[in-house]
C-alpha cells in the first residue's frame, strides 16, 4: 500500500510559477510510474503529466508542454510538478497519482492522494 501526500498548492496571479510535490510512503518508490493530474469544477479528471519509474522518462499533457516540468527523486520518495506561466483556466484541485511497475506509458494508475487546490487568478 502506497500513500501519496500532495502539497504546494495556493492562489497565484496569472503569468506566476507554482511548485507542487508529492510525497511518498513506502520502500519501492522507483517501482512506481508517478503522475499529475488534475480536476476543474464541473469537469473530468484529466492527465497532466508522467514521469517514468527510472529512467526519467516524461509525457505532458499538449495543454502545459513548454509551462510544467515533473520531476522525482527517488531517495527522497518524492515527484514535483513545477508550474511556469500559469492560466486561469489551470485552476483546479491537482493529483498526485502513482502506478506499480507499470509499462510505458502509463494508462492505469493504482494510488492516488487527496489532492491539493490551485487557484489561478486574472
Known amino acids: 500500500q502506497m500513500q501519496l501526500v500532495e502539497s504546494g498548492g495556493g492562489l497565484v496571479q496569472a503569468g506566476g510559477s507554482l511548485r507542487l510535490s508529492c510525497a511518498a510512503s513506502?520502500?519501492?518508490?522507483?517501482?512506481?510510474?508517478m503522475a499529475w493530474f488534475r480536476q476543474a469544477p464541473g469537469k473530468e479528471r484529466e492527465f497532466v503529466a508522467a514521469?517514468?519509474?527510472?529512467?526519467?522518462?516524461?509525457s505532458f499533457a499538449d495543454f502545459v508542454k513548454g509551462r510544467f516540468t515533473i520531476s522525482r527523486d527517488n531517495a527522497q520518495n518524492t515527484v514535483n510538478l513545477q508550474m511556469n506561466n500559469l492560466r486561469p483556466e489551470d485552476t483546479a484541485v491537482y493529483y498526485c497519482?502513482?502506478?506499480?511497475?507499470?509499462?510505458?506509458?502509463?494508462?492505469?494508475?493504482?494510488?492516488w492522494g487527496q489532492g491539493t487546490q490551485v487557484t489561478v487568478s486574472s
Open positions: 497519482a502513482a502506478a506499480y511497475l507499470s509499462t510505458w506509458p502509463t494508462k492505469t494508475y493504482d494510488y
Open positions: 513506502g520502500r519501492t518508490f522507483n517501482r512506481y510510474t
Open positions: 514521469i517514468s519509474r527510472t529512467f526519467g522518462s516524461t
